[in-house]
């Protein structure tokens, strides 16, 4: 069965730091590209990064470049973002999130990990 | 940026069609994709490649795809259809991914 599950959230005063992790199990993770995608409290998703499956490709959503990070360890199954500079905005259930093989969108979601960002 | 637009609400009596549709000038070049949300849930792929459909959702989701409009079709609406209903694709280049700003489905 396949399970993605994040965690790392929490309360964070703006301009501070946390790094979230995914962990991933039930598939051959190194053959999957993946996705962090973001959801601020009765809002909608909006899709922050991506990397591929040996983690030598990335992109960014212009809202958070320069300030995210997104990387993974293939041989410990971990999917990382890395969030500097952290502002009220990017407060949101963080999801990590499969992308499945040939064009078959994102097939698996994680639950999610809250992330406050608040003095 | 690039941004895909989709109708905030859209209601239905049950049994009836419900279309929710999706606009974005990438559309003709890059596939689009449609997520079912509930309350407190992920989302749940329902729609991928413009018109495929996973194994174990119902019959009654269709999509269609026409120039820079996509459709997410639900035919013979049920209740547990109640949800909000997102959009995704990407940019003419395939490098950034967009979702729409999602639509609320109401079932009367």
């Known amino acids: 069965e396949v399970q993605l599950v994040e965690s790392g959230g929490g309360l964070v005063q703006p301009g501070g730091s946390l790094r979230l992790s995914c962990a991933a199990s039930g598939f051959t993770f190194s053959s999957y590209w993946m996705h962090w995608v973001r959801q601020a409290p009765g809002k909608g998703l909006v899709w922050v990064s991506r990397i591929n499956s040996d983690g030598s490709s990335t992109s960014y959503a212009d809202s958070v470049k320069g300030r995210f990070t997104i990387s993974r360890d293939n041989a410990k199954n971990t999917l990382y973002l890395q969030m500097n500079s952290l502002r009220a905005e990017d407060t949101a259930v963080y999801y990590c999130?499969?992308?499945?093989?040939?064009?078959?969108?994102?097939?698996?979601w994680g639950q999610g990990t809250l992330v406050t960002v608040s003095s | 940026s690039y941004e895909l637009t989709q109708p905030p609400s859209v209601s239905v009596s049950p049994g009836q069609t419900a279309r929710i549709t999706c606009s974005g000038d990438?559309?003709?070049?890059?596939?689009a994709y449609w997520y079912q949300q509930k309350p407190g849930q992920a989302p749940v792929l329902v729609i991928y490649?413009?018109?495929e459909r996973p194994s174990g959702i119902p019959e009654r989701f269709s999509g269609s795809s026409s120039g820079t409009t996509v459709t997410l079709t639900i035919s013979g609406v049920q209740a547990e259809d109640e949800a909000d209903y997102y959009c995704q694709s990407a940019d003419s280049s395939g490098t950034y991914e967009v979702f729409g700003g999602g639509t609320k489905l109401t079932v009367l």
């Open positions: 999130a499969r992308r499945g093989i040939a064009a078959a969108g994102i097939d698996y």
């Open positions: 990438a559309l003709p070049k890059q596939y």
């Open positions: 490649k413009d018109s």
